[in-house]
């Protein structure tokens, strides 16, 4: 009898792999190992914020704190809507801006690439990446922990940080988490889904008090494509991220159709004219949108491909090569995503073009 429950607790020692009360030996020590002597450490995540990048910034900090660590969330630039909707939903307050990470010392959420990060990113002392995209050519001065997972969130590595670390997730906590991994997997719809998306997110919802997850996700979905009173750039960078592919800085743009397909055109009129206005605004040599549009009864959805800079025409077309022209615009059907089909597919163009 003895002998079984020491079976037991060493098979449950290994399992949650040394756990105390300060939380994981393993984990704990990582974050020693990375701990700056004196100051604070700063957890942001990507420029152009969107909803999983802003929760795993806060609720990373909220762990770490938690962990006796001195770690303070904040935003490379200010929230779309859905994100300010996630975070007034559950109450929690908008952290500060950071406007230069210049000497700081810095965690990076939801990206590992400096095109994507705030101001000075390369002249910080980085300590930490946590992120669930391709690396883009980083190279580091310092030692540092960096996880990264093929999965759909970044707030699913997070919660599974909480797990490992044997602290609990509060309401709002989960909450955040919750509505970051169906803002980014769109709502578990997404290729690059994983189980631990799935399973995470069921359990997320009950902690966060979600009882119809569709609903919320549905409610979320609506506050972040409401346009209303923004500007056209501002709908441009509601979900924008820069590239560096063979030495071309590329800006992706990504937006829903906002109303009826009958506007359809004409709104792909004045966002051709906002990326031009904004390509004269930034480093990137080219900028693309995809526009995504619901088909009429019983077609597919497709994306209407915009482009912006000399020679973006050319890549557009060489990068989509089964498009069709429609009222003189790329069209693509189904739809693409951003991560599975825009990007690889233009970095193959520039690749190309490079030799
Ligand atoms: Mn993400």
């Given at each position: 009898m003895k002998r079984v429950f020491l079976t037991a607790a060493l098979v449950l020692l290994l399992f949650t792999g040394c756990a105390t009360s300060k939380g994981n030996v393993y984990n704990v020590s990582l974050y020693k190992a990375v701990a700056p002597e004196d100051g604070v450490t700063y957890v942001v995540g990507h420029r152009n914020p969107d909803t999983d990048t802003v929760s795993t910034a806060i609720a990373y900090a909220t762990l770490r704190s938690k962990l006796g660590f001195n770690t303070v969330a904040v935003i490379p630039g200010k929230l779309n809507k859905e994100s300010q909707f996630v975070l007034d939903y559950f109450k929690v307050e908008t952290p500060e801006i950071l406007e230069d990470a210049t000497g700081k010392n810095i965690i990076l959420v939801d990206h590992a690439d400096f095109q994507q990060a705030v101001p000075g990113m390369d002249k910080a002392n980085i300590v930490e990446i946590l992120d669930h995209h391709q690396p883009a050519g980083l190279s580091f001065e310092n030692n540092l922990v960096y996880r990264s997972a093929p999965?759909?969130?970044?707030a699913t590595m997070l919660y599974n940080e909480f797990k490992v670390n044997h602290v609990s997730v509060d309401r709002k906590t989960a909450g955040l988490l919750a509505a970051a991994i169906m803002s980014d997997t769109n709502n578990l719809k997404k290729?690059?889904?994983t189980e631990a998306d799935r399973v995470y997110l069921a359990e997320l919802c009950k902690k966060a008090g979600i009882q119809k997850p569709k609903k919320f996700f549905k409610m979320m979905k609506a506050e972040g494509r409401s346009?209303?009173?923004?500007t056209d750039e501002e709908i441009l960078l509601t979900n924008y991220k820069e590239y560096e592919f063979s030495g071309h800085i590329v800006g992706i743009a990504s937006v829903d159709n906002?109303?009826?397909?009958?506007?359809l055109w004409e709104f792909a009129e004045r966002m051709d004219k906002a990326l031009a206005a904004y390509a004269s605004k930034t480093d990137a040599e080219h900028i693309f949108m995809k526009l995504d549009a619901d088909g009429d009864e019983g077609q597919e959805d497709f994306t209407v491909f915009l482009y912006s800079g000399n020679g973006a025409e050319e890549v557009a077309k060489a990068s989509f090569p089964a498009a069709q022209t429609v009222n003189g615009h790329i069209v693509c059907t189904p739809k693409l995503n951003r991560t599975n089909d825009v990007v690889p597919a233009l970095k193959n163009t520039y690749e190309g073009m490079a030799k």
């Open positions: 999965i759909g969130a970044t290729e690059r889904t346009l209303d009173g923004l906002p109303d009826d397909d009958d506007t």
